[in-house]
């Protein structure tokens, strides 16, 4: 009799949450079909324009130059702080004024613009974005096209060393400056969010001819070549990725946090435990990092005045992210080795590309258009065909094990582990980068 009265209270709560999660399931699945329904509409409805040569070194002149030059040397950013390396508050002085002095008194423009000239530059509209874009044709006219995303707060000044590396063995190149990055300029719409853009750069591998191809991309590009892959699987071939982190859902950070205590029970092979143990300060190193994503997802405009408006803001804001992401565990204490791995020619070169196009502030809305517009569409698709790509590197922001990954990318081809690199794993392991993209093209070919 007990039986009988228990078995109707225990089953009852079990149906219910099986029902919500139907359906939630359900309306996920409507969201997901009408936003991609959406998309596919917005970008027939743009209308087709010319591709048209473009010089990027006209806009980076010795006039703006010197501008920045004498502005750096006339800054207020004071050297009288007790402990010039403290960096609980952010990037260290000590960072922002050997930056500063460099650009100011030793940085040559004429490297700059040796190196932009090497490749051949071009404009287009698409979407209501006046697009930049680098292209260079290979010698193999078989070889698939390569589409090269960077991120925030990046460049294709990222590329310069990847792209004659890809030339070499015969590929062509596709490489374009996101909206409000680079030498692309702000979208004169808002709404401009990833997922649009991934429409947009679908867009311009048509216009140039290239019915299919690869992507490979970090940072934002990372997630809009996945997007890109989810909305065009006829289309895009096959996807490398160096950041390997679009979502997690609850089995991912229970991996995670069993992996912190019992590595063994998680992670397979060394090279996994040694990626991803030991853990300790995840969450402080996280919290401290993401708080540029904060800031960017809920008030760009408020900070981006006085950044497009300061070289001292774009060395801050700009520079001091891509020296921070490719320091070891991302430690603002150990930058000094960040700006060895990144490079401070490169730091310069893309501080100085944001300052001539004064589209720093532009560069963070992206952020809140993501979130405002795409995250919950992010958070729940996945790839279940497309074959994919990833390369691990130990200064990464964020590390997924192979199994984790599996939420997203259902037909991982490719997953290896290097050991050195981070987040902009294009100039500090170039060869690694490369070599993990060459070899998954022709594994897919």
Same mark, same amino acid.
């Given at each position: 009799?007990?039986?009988?009265?228990?078995?109707?209270?225990?089953?009852l709560?079990?149906?219910? %949450?099986?029902?919500?999660?139907l *359906?939630?399931?359900?309306?996920?699945?409507?969201?997901m079909?009408?936003?991609?329904?959406?998309?596919?509409?917005?970008?027939?409805?743009w209308?087709?324009s010319?591709? %048209?040569?473009?010089d990027?070194?006209?806009l980076?002149?010795?006039e703006?130059?010197?501008?920045?030059?004498?502005?750096?040397?006339?800054?207020?950013?004071?050297?009288?702080f007790?402990?010039?390396?403290?960096?609980?508050?952010?990037?260290?002085?000590?960072?922002?004024?050997m $930056?500063a002095?460099?650009l100011a008194?030793?940085?040559? /423009?004429n490297?700059?613009h040796?190196?932009l000239n090497?490749f051949?530059?071009f404009?287009?509209?698409?979407?209501?974005?006046?697009?930049?874009?680098?292209?260079?044709t290979?010698?193999?006219?078989?070889s698939?096209?390569i *589409?090269?995303?960077?991120?925030w707060?990046?460049?294709?000044?990222e590329?310069?060393?990847?792209?004659?590396?890809l030339?070499?063995?015969?590929?062509t %190149?596709?490489?374009?400056?996101?909206?409000g990055?680079?030498?692309?300029?702000?979208?004169?719409?808002t709404?401009?969010s990833?997922?649009?853009?991934a429409c947009?750069?679908?867009?311009?591998?048509?216009?140039?001819?290239?019915?299919?191809? $690869?992507?490979?991309g970090?940072?934002?590009g990372?997630?809009?070549?996945?997007?890109?892959?989810?909305?065009?699987?006829?289309?895009v071939?096959g /996807?490398h990725?160096?950041?390997?982190?679009?979502h997690m859902?609850w089995?991912?950070?229970?991996?995670?946090?069993?992996g912190?205590f019992?590595?063994?029970? $998680?992670?397979?092979?060394p090279?996994?435990?040694a990626?991803?143990?030991?853990?300790?300060?995840?969450?402080?190193?996280m919290?401290?990092?993401?708080?540029f994503?904060?800031i960017?997802?809920?008030?760009?405009d408020?900070?981006g005045?006085?950044v $497009?408006?300061?070289?001292?803001?774009?060395?801050?804001?700009?520079?001091?992210?891509?020296?921070l992401?490719?320091?070891?565990n991302?430690?603002?204490a150990?930058?000094?080795?960040?700006l060895?791995n990144?490079?401070m020619?490169?730091v310069?070169a893309?501080?100085?590309?944001?300052?001539?196009?004064?589209?720093?502030?532009?560069?963070?809305?992206?952020?809140?258009?993501?979130y405002?517009?795409?995250?919950?569409?992010l958070?729940?698709?996945?790839?279940?065909?497309v074959? %994919?790509?990833?390369?691990n590197?130990?200064?990464?922001?964020?590390? *997924?094990?192979?199994?984790?990954?599996?939420?997203t990318f259902?037909?991982?081809?490719?997953?290896?582990y290097?050991?050195?690199g981070g987040?902009?794993?294009?100039?500090?392991?170039?060869?690694?980068?490369?070599g993990?993209?060459?070899?998954?093209i022709?594994?897919i070919k």
């Amino acid at each position: 009799m007990e039986l009988k009265v228990v078995a109707p209270l225990v089953g009852l709560p079990i149906a219910v %949450v099986l029902f919500i999660t139907l *359906l939630k399931k359900r309306r996920v699945s409507l969201m997901m079909s009408k936003k991609k329904r959406e998309l596919l509409e917005q970008a027939d409805s743009w209308v087709d324009s010319a591709v %048209v040569r473009f010089d990027p070194t006209k806009l980076i002149t010795e006039e703006v130059f010197q501008d920045m030059a004498d502005r750096l040397r006339k800054r207020v950013v004071s050297n009288n702080f007790k402990d010039p390396e403290r960096n609980q508050y952010g990037i260290p002085v000590n960072f922002v004024n050997m $930056v500063a002095n460099h650009l100011a008194d030793f940085y040559e /423009l004429n490297d700059l613009h040796c190196v932009l000239n090497k490749f051949n530059h071009f404009k287009t509209v698409i979407g209501d974005v006046n697009l930049h874009f680098i292209h260079m044709t290979g010698s193999n006219e078989n070889s698939t096209p390569i *589409l090269l995303l960077h991120g925030w707060p990046s460049t294709v000044w990222e590329f310069h060393k990847s792209i004659p590396l890809l030339l070499k063995q015969g590929y062509t %190149v596709v490489a374009p400056s996101l909206p409000g990055h680079g030498f692309t300029e702000p979208p004169t719409v808002t709404g401009v969010s990833p997922c649009v853009v991934a429409c947009i750069f679908h867009k311009l591998m048509l216009k140039l001819g290239y019915n299919k191809y $690869v992507v490979q991309g970090g940072d934002w590009g990372a997630i809009i070549g996945a997007v890109m892959t989810h909305i065009y699987p006829d289309h895009v071939i096959g /996807l490398h990725n160096t950041m390997n982190h679009i979502h997690m859902g609850w089995r991912q950070v229970v991996q995670l946090v069993v992996g912190m205590f019992a590595p063994k029970l $998680v992670y397979n092979t060394p090279q996994e435990q040694a990626f991803f143990n030991p853990l300790s300060g995840m969450e402080e190193r996280m919290y401290k990092k993401f708080a540029f994503f904060h800031i960017q997802t809920v008030i760009p405009d408020t900070l981006g005045y006085g950044v $497009v408006d300061s070289p001292v803001g774009v060395i801050s804001w700009i520079g001091s992210p891509l020296v921070l992401n490719s320091a070891p565990n991302n430690n603002a204490a150990e930058w000094r080795r960040g700006l060895l791995n990144f490079g401070m020619d490169n730091v310069c070169a893309t501080v100085l590309i944001y300052w001539a196009m004064r589209n720093s502030q532009a560069a963070m809305r992206l952020h809140y258009e993501f979130y405002w517009n795409d995250r919950e569409y992010l958070e729940n698709f996945t790839i279940p065909k497309v074959p %994919v790509a990833i390369s691990n590197f130990p200064n990464e922001i964020i590390h *997924l094990t192979k199994f984790t990954s599996w939420r997203t990318f259902n037909n991982i081809k490719q997953f290896t582990y290097h050991d050195h690199g981070g987040h902009f794993a294009h100039l500090d392991n170039t060869e690694g980068v490369v070599g993990d993209l060459v070899s998954f093209i022709q594994m897919i070919k």
